[in-house]
């Protein structure tokens, strides 16, 4: 056993210093991650509490757990909470935060201060969000559209408004944490074409925060003002156009999809690579599908728009541009898959989430493909189809990204092992739970069921039930990864520096890493996943 | 094939088995890429398995494969926006002669105005075989106009009209719902659309005991409003004439070309002075808040049966699609 030979009291990040202002005033961007791991999981909790709520409701076809108006506040803070506050942060402020420095060979962010300052900036949010939930909440979608925002909802809407706005700048400064970093702070040797995936996944990422948040952060402001002091932006009534504001909001919502599935791109490729103990297949390519997403993004947003009252012709070139964005995500895909080819492979954990991840983003990625064709779209938008569609991309595949690459790094973040056992059971309740909950969404959709119904026609039950049936699976499934983890951080088995001999610089310091990343700057000489140079490890499945 | 297997809307009307189609295409391509790709990772994962003493082999990549599955697949998605294209341009395309329905969406009903003269709410009778265009505004908020048996949606904004068109093939009451949601009782602004048999129909107008067509009850508006002060029908008047306007171009006043469609006349009726048709002032009142969203409907459909030309006539039950049009520039 190789972590008989580690120190329980070695120095670390961890219990260098104690006492909550070490934790709230430091500028270490590990502890920083830390942070953000505490408050994006209570907000999923939240939003996941909304979820049960909202699928309960839809047990009957009858309105009758709660009032129209309540369950209307449910689905948009159920909406907001979840996309806002925990999928924009999740992999970017958590685990790019921790595994940045870390993979480059820095001491931390080039900017540390500015990435407590940006924490901050999602707590001053979190809390307005927080007190615009109990005092009223907010009922405009998470897509505010108007003029039903600005001039016909009763509720909090400028408060949720304010929140949002906030909150964007903590995406927008760790963006620009994030660029700088990667630009100026590579170690020696780390050459673009020696980085990791998942740092090319995360410049990409971070572009769209830096060029898309800006403009959520004046559609936002430009509703509150509407709102507040009676301006006419938006509202036709008032000389406005309602469909300004949707090419607004679309400009940074649709990029915002890839905020998400970017990062978890970027766990994909580090772990499969580690568990196939494989170079990436098609290493170029993979990282410049990254930027051809982030790039080719930005140009699709109005095929949120194909029903709203756009000329035929935008339709039509938004329609063609949507498919060239989706060629780059079918380039990944089939990557990892040839990258299992003579691969060497094992079923951990992460793995698990890994396959999870690539069965649920091609059912996501091909469904894309029916909304993209204009014909279709017409019939299945604003339907339960494309509900179905988009949790496929953004549950299927971000939270499964991100669930495995928890797992996957826990090792480093906490020093101690999770139980592998209870991890793989987890991940095939995720796995199964999901299919359950929206799979039936799909045929749901095609039957017409619309979105945000309260109530529906009777026909629409069965699908309904057994959609409500999963979800109570899946969040079971939630729960248990953070029970064990809780556990693991005091009664886990003590992880050795590199558990999994994954290649990667984080796997070269200690477990969990001291404070400035590495005891002496490392120098890299050789290529990114250089499996053929390191061992697997004789035991991958540490089990309890 | 699919009208009694439960899982699958019904087919009501021409648009919905075009659309069915691509779906069921797009269906058969996902389940083969889904299975194709799934067997190969299950394959190779029993396959490459990890085994002591078998080390895996390093594989730089293949830029041959690389392409191959970047321009294969690009191909068959060239093929799909195409097919997708061609049903929303008929989608989006109403047949000249279309039977013309006014619709008027607000919190939390629709209103709906044919123009033999019947006005429903929340219900819309149609006969089978005819063309049906819809001519839709809200009141308030948006709303969409979705009829899942026809395959067609079109969101209803406040300020402008949008269009929607289906033809019925099936007798049957079909869900009608408001797919954009709207407030508190989005999921109540449902109704139904009724489609009977012609002679059926007819039965159906003749016994509602209307007041006339919708057209005429323009026309009686038209005169309330003193609108004939100005709008005369000989070129003695202060405004210009509206005979024969309808979807003709009209030159205005800063040297722009604009053709005279609903949003046009309803626009000029709201707000006058936006585009002033060359050789006139700008004299009209603002009718702007005057006028209600039904009421605008009827002088539309008034203004359009002033132009001698199948689609606009009022009353007109032709059955058939594809009338003649005299010119269109």
Known sequence: MATAAISAERENYLNQEYGIRSWLLTTDHKRIALLYLASITFFFFIGGFFALLIRLELLTPAGDLVQADTYNKLFSMHGQVMIFFFLIPSIPAVLGNFLVPLMIGAKDLAFPRINLLSWYLYIIAGTIYLHCIVTGGVDTGWTFYTPFSTAFSNTKVIEAGVSIFIVGFSSILTGLNFVVTIHRMRAPGMTWSRLPLFIWAHYATSIIQLLGTPVLAITLLLVVFERAFNLGIFDPTRGGDPLLFQHLFWFYSHPAVYIMILPAMAVESEVVACFARKRIFGYNFVAMSSIAIAVFGFLVWAHHMFVAGISLYSALVFSILSYLVAVPSAIKVFNWTATMYKGSISFTTPMLYAFGFIGLFTMGGLTGLFLAALGIDVHVHDTYFVIAHFHYIMVGGAVMGYLGGLHFWWPKISGRMYPEGWGRLAALLVFAGFNLTFFPQFILGYMGMPRRYWQYPPEFQVLNVLSTAGSTILAIGYVLPMVYFLWSMRYGKIASDNPWGAAGLEWKTSSPPPTFNFDEEPEVTWEAYNYEQISAPAEVNVER | ?329
């Open chain 2, 1 to 329: 094939m699919f009208d009694n297997f439960p899982l699958w809307p019904v087919r009501a009307s021409t648009n919905a088995g075009n659309v069915d189609a691509l779906y069921i295409f797009l269906v058969a391509l996902s389940a083969f890429m889904c299975l194709a790709i799934f067997t190969m990772i299950l394959v190779f994962a029993t396959k490459y398995r990890r085994r002591r003493g078998i080390e895996a082999e390093q594989i730089e990549g293949s830029s041959a494969l690389e392409i191959t599955w970047s321009i294969i697949p690009l191909g068959i998605f060239m093929v799909i926006f195409l097919w997708g294209a061609v049903i929303y341009f008929h989608e989006r395309t109403p047949p000249r002669g279309a039977a013309e329905v006014y619709v008027v969406g607000k919190q939390w009903m629709w209103k709906l105005q044919h123009e033999e003269g019947p006005r429903e709410i929340n219900e819309l009778h149609v006969p089978v075989g005819r063309d049906v265009k819809l001519i839709m505004t809200s009141q308030d908020v948006i709303h969409s106009f979705y009829v899942p048996a026809f395959r067609i949606k079109q969101d209803v904004l406040p300020g402008r009209y949008t269009t929607a068109w289906f033809r019925a093939t099936r007798p049957g009451v079909y869900h009608l719902f408001c797919s954009q949601y709207c407030g508190t009782m989005h999921s109540g602004m449902i109704g139904q659309v009724v489609v009977m048999e012609p002679a059926q129909y007819q039965a159906w107008l003749s016994g509602g005991g209307t007041t006339g067509s919708l057209a005429a009850s323009g026309e009686s508006l038209f005169q309330q409003l003193g609108c004939p002060t100005c709008h005369r029908s000989d070129t003695q008047g202060r405004g210009p004439i509206l005979t024969g306007i309808f979807d003709k171009p009209v030159q205005l006043e800063d040297g722009r070309t604009v053709i005279a469609d609903e949003n046009y006349i309803r626009e000029s009726i709201l707000s006058p002075s936006a585009k002033i048709v060359s050789g006139f002032k700008p004299i009209m009142p603002v009718f702007q808040g005057l006028v209600g969203e039904e009421q605008l409907s009827a002088l539309v459909a008034y203004i359009k049966s002033l132009s001698p030309t199948p689609s606009g006539a009022a009353g007109k039950t032709s059955l058939t699609p594809g009338g003649t049009r005299s010119q269109n520039p």
